[in-house]
């Protein structure tokens, strides 16, 4: 069957590295007849936004909610404040697709020069953010506005039955790819309500699992856990705050966020999911074709592989190694001075002898 992509490029370095993944999934598909796809291009962006006054039009969710996966570059301009391009395009499409899993694979690339790793050992486990609640509520307020006496409140939502999709999600993709471990991530003992509930549900649901096991650790230890012994971590599970600050600190880990993908899912596949590098839109070499395209080559695998096309995705997967360890054709931020075509292409050539 024809799969059905609407692509989002973005702003700055976005669509340079979509270019690349784009290239990588022709050849897929010149390669394999049995790989088809259909892709539509949508250029909502800052651009759109500063023409329109919002960043995609009224009937945005609409239109993508027909397609079988989103691909998405990255977001964000200098001339539109941050969180108008974040709560306006991303969120939207995270919540009202029901995107509730943000999956962050964090795997060690053979050939990655030494300065950007901490480890020699192999390290290859994934992160499972909680995406919908959580931390990231809008549920508080301030008052006493400027005076001595302000006060801020924050909620912090944590659900019976969004925990327990999310702690499920975890356990089933450790069962499917081999993994024997979860980790919960938590701070029940100084995060009383919340994070007592999160702990509850998760235990229970591991109680379905009796084939895998589970491990709980506190944040704070689980941080230092993870520059010291990042090759013993198989499957954590997180809340969003925290998930997203082990994100970032994964990525570190491995090479940085040039080479680091995810993916919103939705695992009842209800509505489309969304595969995005974890990078932002890097202002800052925007237009020097010096961005790093693996980021967005390897999401784009994510995406194949949620489709069910898990062959191909692990043919980019091969590819990619196969280029960072030739070291050859890598970019600035790997230590290399190939451009973003440059790496895509090879990427590509990779793929065609495989
Ligand atoms: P950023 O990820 O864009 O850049 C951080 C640093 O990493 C920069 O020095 C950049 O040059 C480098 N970098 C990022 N991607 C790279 C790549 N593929 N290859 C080589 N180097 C790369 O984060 P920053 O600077 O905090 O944010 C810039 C803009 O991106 C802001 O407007 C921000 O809101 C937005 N942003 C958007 C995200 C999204 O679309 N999901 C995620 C994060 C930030
Ligand atoms: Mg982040």
Redo the contacts with the bound molecule.
């Keep these: 069957r024809e799969f059905r992509i609407a692509v989002l490029p ?1 702003d ?2 976005g669509p340079e ?1 979509m270019n690349e993944a784009l290239k990588v999934l022709r050849i897929l598909k010149d390669k394999d007849y049995t790989f088809q796809f259909h892709a539509d291009m949508f250029l909502w962006n800052s651009e759109y936004y500063l023409q329109h006054g919002r960043m995609m039009p009224e009937n945005g969710l609409d239109i993508l909610k027909n397609y079988d996966a989103i691909l ?1 570059g ?4 200098p001339r539109v404040p ?1 969180d108008i ?2 709560w306006e395009l ?1 969120m939207p499409i995270r919540k009202r697709f029901c995107q509730y899993v943000n999956l962050r694979p964090v795997k060690k690339l053979k050939g990655i020069p030494e300065q950007f790793i901490h480890q020699e050992r192999p390290i290859n486990f994934v992160i499972v953010r909680e995406n919908a609640e959580g931390e990231y509520s809008n549920s508080g307020g301030r008052i006493y506005q400027g005076t001595d006496q302000e006060i801020a409140v924050q909620n912090t939502i944590i659900t019976r039955k969004g925990t327990e999709r999310i702690a499920r999600y975890a356990f089933q993709y450790a069962k499917k790819h081999g993994y024997q471990k979860v980790i919960n991530a938590t701070k029940s003992n100084a995060v009383v309500h919340s994070m007592k509930l999160w702990d509850e549900v998760i235990e229970h649901v591991a109680s379905e699992y009796p084939d895998i096991q589970l491990e709980k650790y506190y944040i704070d230890a689980l941080a230092a856990y993870f520059v010291q012994r990042p090759d013993t971590l198989q499957v954590i599970v997180a809340s969003n705050l925290f998930g997203d600050i082990l994100s970032d600190l994964g990525s570190a880990l491995v090479g940085g ?2 080479i680091s993908p995810s993916a919103n899912i939705n695992p009842e596949g209800v509505f489309p999911s969304m595969f ?10 925007a237009g020097k074709g ?4 693996i ?1 967005q080559i390897w999401s784009a695998a994510l995406m194949l592989q949620s489709l069910g096309r898990e062959d191909l995705a692990s043919i980019i997967l091969k590819a990619i190694e196969k280029v960072t360890e030739h070291g050859e054709k890598l ?3 790997l230590g290399g001075n190939s451009t973003t075509a440059e790496m895509g292409e090879e990427i590509v050539r990779q793929i065609v002898k495989i």
Excluded at 74 to 77: N, R, T, V, W
Excluded at 276 to 285: L, N, T
Aim: hydrophobic share 40%; glycine share 16%.
């Design positions: 973005g700055g370095i590295v998405f990255a977001i964000g301009d941050d391009s974040v991303i966020l040039g995005e590098p974890v990078h932002g839109s890097a202002p800052d070499i010096k961005a790093n395209p980021a970019t600035e931020d």
